[in-house]
């Protein structure tokens, strides 16, 4: 059982910067992919940026350039660098994180992104 805690959400103004931060329960390192999802009313949960445990990165398009996701292996922490946002990435933001064939999800974090 793989248990992940979702922190750093709030509000903020377009433009701006927040750090989302997702601890797991576990060693960080034997989850392979880690990542972070979004789901805003009325729509479907979307992949924001995933990460293997060699490092590779994948964005979705409309975050690229914008946030950068990162691991810290001796915290067990996944983050998420989001910059210049805009109003249309408010949403909840959920970690996920795949071992050894099972999914696990954190209960999310709000993001809002308003003037």
């Known amino acids: 059982q793989v248990q992940l805690v979702e922190s750093g959400g709030g509000l903020v103004q377009p433009g701006g910067s927040l750090r989302l931060s997702c601890a797991a329960s576990?060693?960080?390192?034997?989850?392979?992919?880690v990542g972070w999802y979004r789901q805003a009313p009325g729509n479907q949960r979307e992949l924001v940026a995933s990460?293997?445990?060699?490092?590779?990165?994948n964005y979705a398009d409309s975050v690229k350039g914008r946030f950068t996701i990162s691991v810290d292996n001796a915290k067990n922490t996944v983050y998420l660098q989001m910059n210049s946002l805009k109003p249309e990435d408010t949403a909840v933001y959920y970690c996920?994180?795949?071992?050894?064939?099972?999914?696990?999800w954190g209960r999310g974090t709000q993001v809002t992104v308003s003037s």
């Open positions: 996920n994180a795949h071992y050894v064939g099972f999914s696990f």
């Open positions: 990460i293997s445990s060699g490092g590779s990165a």
């Open positions: 576990g060693s960080i390192s034997s989850l392979n992919p």
